[in-house]
């Protein structure tokens, strides 16, 4: 087999390389995978920018889907998986040891120095390929693998991070279940996948939120099990939650929208009397204006912010995939190959004009 994979290397803001790196040996706790497709989001676009505290030069690429290449002994029992097998890779490599990972927190662990992970640990550290923007990616010992059954197209088992985000957020975090109404603010990748987890969870309503520009995701949205749709720049949102939850407000918010921090405001307003809003868009550090904590006070409000995917997502994500009972290829608009790495990151981002993205996934 070859000595060498490709990558993409990011060495500076907005400075991408595609570059020959050594392939790693295996031992008895590692191994190999061949990348059959690496999921693309909104996280890439922030460290494409530079706008993450990333140290470079790093292999991007931290929603890797592959084949099993190579596999040491005790890694293939510890795993359950063998050569040939197909997984899906969580991006956190945790330590196991620090009172977060005890604690049953492994997703925020920074135990091994910052955030370590695929497509996070720097080029610097040996073996180099830990992001999957790259024909082969390394298995550290602690990197967490999910099987996932072969015959299902890449682009869509390629899904499981998107849709893990929609369980945690959307299900496992507010408890979502049957009877819930729950409403999702902004309809991108993480919003839709917040529409099929809440569905599949036996939520009763669930409408989501967004702007004029979102028409097709909205759109989306209804064919993913949405009940209804709320254009917020056509429609007082507010009055439109209270008339579809018959005044009583949603009893699950889950907030996705990205770089607007308004929405945050706005869900005191939506959510029900003791209802559960979640925070999982980002901001860039930005504060919220016009924040009434006063309903949070009079609502008794649960305000929970949501990092990353569990384990326990991502399996529930994984069987919904392979279930094939919801439309998720409708989801997937771009494949790219790894040499237009920088073209799938700014497409995704909004920066070349009249190609709107969704889902996308590099396939090397
Ligand atoms: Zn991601
Ligand atoms: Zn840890």
Known sequence: ??????????????RLELRELPIPEIDDDTGLLRVEA????????????GVLPVRLPVVPGHEPLGIVERIGDRAAKRWGVDVGDRVAVETLIPCGHCPACIGGRYQVCRG???MFGHGYVPLAQPPALWGAYADYMFLDPFSIVHRVRKDLPAALAVMFNPIGAGFRWAVEIPRTGPGDTVLVLGPG?????SVVAARAAG????IVTGLARDARKLALARELGADHVIDVEAEDARVRVRELTGGRGADVVVEVTANAPEPVAEALHYVATGGRIVLAGVKGLKAVPDFVSDL???????????????SRAYAAAIRL???????????????????????????????????????SCLVP
């Open 1 to 14: 087999m070859a000595r060498t994979s490709r990558a993409i290397v990011q060495t500076a803001p907005r």
């Open 38 to 49: 690496c999921g693309i989001c909104g996280s890439d676009a922030e460290q494409y920018a």
């Open 112 to 114: 091994r120095g910052g």
């Open 189 to 193: 990748q993480r919003g839709l996948a």
């Open 203 to 206: 939520a009763d309503l669930v």
């Open 296 to 310: 949070v006070v009079a609502k008794e409000i649960t305000i929970q912010g949501a990092f990353g995917v569990t």
């Open 321 to 359: 995939i392979e279930s094939g009972r919801v439309p998720l290829e409708k989801m997937h608009t771009h494949d790219f190959r790894l040499e237009d790495a920088e073209r799938a990151i700014r497409t995704l981002a909004g920066e070349l004009p009249g190609e709107a993205s969704i889902h």
